[in-house]
């Protein structure tokens, strides 16, 4: 009886973003050899996202000398729900044109490698409770704070999907339905629409538009980073932004915690560079809403900038 085939020694770990696509190459033992990234392409639909992709990917080995051969597979994390089991993305409200693809085919008969594919905070909290800020916890949620607002759970152990494959979709849970923002999932009244990088950057854009008083009227196309700035400036426009996002998130994490009756949360994307500013509001908001009191932990990522596609790799492993 023959033994099981050994491990190739590289694996690439993709990580879709609505701003920027991040590639890692790493070894057999999880060492991140190499990184690269590019924008996301928000005009390009399935197969032309993908052929960039597969361009990348041919890119990064040859740069390391090496060769299809080489790959254990390519995990790739999408923003997306995804049907699972299919490899198919049904719909990717950050990038609204690819939507009704079988992305893991279309890579399976390119690239003729083992390929995993997954929605991007279920990266993000495998990564994590592996290797970051989880270790050692029985269940967790990781909560996705950046252009979208997502969730990973980890429920015994392992990775929870759902059905379909896109449990812990929290973004899109709705608050006000049929009012607000029309989201890309279609519908209006997202906690995504209220407090993801993207909406909140929009919001800010049409209140300056209508005559809003703030600072950041003098700032073209603001966004959350310049929000974080008019803060620390003292504006109140500011003040009253970010408390807005602390308590749409606070309700998101609420009602995930009375669904699942999971206790420990870790935090990660581009919004924890807010620190203490979105968090202590966040938290007090969430202490108000929680009437039993038990302990009940907020921990930020430990991962950095690489969760995404350390996320991505650890589907492979």
Known sequence: MKGDAPLKPYSIGIDVGGTKVAYGLFSQDGSLMDRFQHPSDRNADGPAFTDTILETIHGILRKNSLSLSDLNGVGLCMPSHILFDEGFVYLTPALPLIRSFAMREYLQKRLDARIILDNDSNGAALAEYRRGAGRGCRHMVYIAMGTGIGSGLIIDGELFRGSYGWAGESGHMLVTPGEGELCGCENRGCIMAYASGRFVANRMQKDLRSGRSSILSKVENPDCED???????????????????????????????????????????????????????????????????????????????????????????
């Open 227 to 317: 929000l974080l700035k008019a803060y620390r400036q003292g504006d109140a426009y500011a003040d009253e932004m970010i408390s807005s996002m602390a308590h749409y998130i606070a309700i998101c994490v609420y009602n995930l915690y009375q669904v699942l009756n999971i206790n420990v949360f870790v935090f990660g994307g581009g919004l924890t560079n807010f620190g203490p500013v979105l968090f202590e509001r966040i938290r007090s908001a969430f202490d108000a809403f929680d009437h039993i009191g038990l302990p009940v932990e907020f921990r930020l990522a430990q991962l950095d900038q690489d969760f995404g596609i350390i996320g991505a790799a650890e589907l492979l492993r």
